[in-house]
């Protein structure tokens, strides 16, 4: 068997990682990203960089947290893995379920643990065909997402997916997902239409839809409260309000996709509170391991598991489930993980620290490349444009974006770039005075490609 040198695997993974960027034709290599502390990552030429985006929108208690890792490791030596299937379970799953049902006040009565937030959402899709069938509504089956949402990778996350990205050569969407209008006021908003006209009007589509398609074949609506992939997007203040009155008007399941925004984000313990939202169903993941063992939560409303158990009873068994569901490791590290945002009160550090991140990135609102800023607690978007006034996006699209990630690379800053809308949602242990870091290197990054744009 021949080893590697390290030198040689490196060389292997710069390959496998490497990428021609669609938008600049530029060979891209990777960057390998050696230890975390903190707030803070390092590569393995020594680099520090503020890591605004917490990994990928999913460490809240920072990188490096010694109890994390004290939790897996007492877990690893107890059990280090068990199944629950056959009627089996074991005591860190059990604890995690009530954990969550009491965090979020009774809403939901049952958890349904798989190992990522598109695993979570196409065991949703089979639930709700698995529900409706138990009603005996066998034509009730079609699921309405939006254009520019995000909801996983996998073959029915990625159709309720709402970015051509996601869909192009996948032969996605399956047919039974629709989408409706994205609530984006700043792209998608008409010349003098006021939020309230707008929420209105986007609520219209959604109903549009729904009768366009006939309410006997559409059974459930799945939004972010907050849209993150799609350019961190926040809806009119009475949208949610107004898209539940036409989801319950035609017996639509509403579905909360709280991968992003849950246990803190925004400032309140789910984006479901922040909004008014009151889901049937309410998917989990990401922050509530801060991303150190794979794990995601479908949780359940009483009405809709106890169809759902019944019917199973009915036919004898649930045949749904992975090998590992409910993972003891990634479970005990969740209940650990959920215990420090409790006691470091880190829900109401993102809402008193996240607003001084939202105002000071407020004021790069007057900067030549910034068309709009939006964001709650913690989490912003800054879209870039060519033209302030007409809101005239680069051409092309992302390419600006492109050139604002890597400057801002080596201002030992990580962002996103989403085309051309720069992504913030760093952990929610970050401190006022790393906020003001944070922005002064992105105000840098800003006037630095401003400065050497092509005349």
Request: with cysteine; hydrophobic share 40%.
């Amino acid at each position: 068997m021949t080893t590697l040198s390290s030198a040689q695997s490196r060389d292997i993974s710069y390959q496998l990682h490497s990428y021609t960027n669609a938008v600049t034709h530029q060979k891209i290599g990777p960057r390998i990203i050696e230890r975390g502390e903190g707030i803070y990552v390092y590569d393995d030429q020594g680099n520090k960089y503020l890591e605004a985006m917490a990994g990928l929108w999913s460490v809240a208690v920072g990188f490096g947290e010694p109890r994390l890792v004290e939790a897996a490791t007492r877990q690893m030596q107890k059990l280090p893995y068990y199944h629950t299937f056959t009627h089996k379970s074991h005591t860190p799953s059990i604890e995690l379920a009530e954990k969550l049902v009491n965090y979020t006040q009774g809403r939901m009565s049952t958890a349904f643990f798989t190992n990522s937030g598109s695993e979570a959402n196409d065991t949703v899709v089979k639930l709700v065909w698995y529900y409706n069938n138990a009603l005996g509504r066998t034509q009730k089956k079609k699921i309405i997402a939006r254009k520019r949402g995000y909801h996983g990778v996998t073959v029915a996350s990625a159709s309720m997916t709402g970015l051509p990205g996601n869909h192009r050569d996948f032969d996605l969407p399956l047919p039974q997902i629709k989408h409706t209008s994205c609530p984006h006021l700043y792209r998608e908003g008409l010349p003098g239409e006021t939020e309230e006209d707008f929420a209105t009007r986007m609520a219209n589509d959604l109903e549009a839809l729904i009768l366009e398609e006939g309410p006997d074949t559409v059974a459930a609506f799945i939004g972010e409260p907050v849209m993150g992939a799609g350019g961190v997007i926040l809806p009119p203040d009475s949208y949610w309000a107004k898209i539940q009155a036409v989801c319950r008007k035609y017996d639509l399941l509403v579905i909360a996709d709280e991968v992003i925004t849950g246990f803190g984000r925004l400032g309140t313990r789910f984006g479901s509170d922040a909004f008014g939202i009151e889901p049937d169903i309410m998917v989990l993941s990401k922050q509530l391991t801060s991303s150190y063992q794979p794990l995601a939560a479908v949780m359940l409303s009483r009405p809709v598991a106890d169809v759902i158990s019944n019917h199973s009873g009915t036919l004898g068994t649930f045949g749904h489930g992975y090998t590992t569901s409910g993972h003891p490791v990634a479970t005990a590290v969740a209940i650990e993980n959920l215990n420090i945002i409790e006691e470091r009160g880190l829900v109401e550090n993102a809402a008193t620290t996240g607003a001084i991140m939202q105002s000071g990135l407020r004021e790069l609102a007057d900067h030549p490349l910034v068309g709009e800023v939006r964001g709650m607690g913690l989490i912003a978007g800054i879209e870039l444009v060519a033209d302030k006034a007409s809101k005239r996006p680069f051409d092309p699209l992302g390419k600006m974006g492109a050139a604002v990630y890597e400057r801002a690379h080596q201002n030992g800053l990580i962002v996103r770039g989403i085309q051309d809308t720069v992504a913030f949602c760093p952990p929610l242990i970050i401190t006022p005075e790393q906020v003001g870091d944070m922005i002064a290197r992105f105000r840098k990054t800003l006037d630095e490609v401003h400065k050497n744009q092509p005349a």
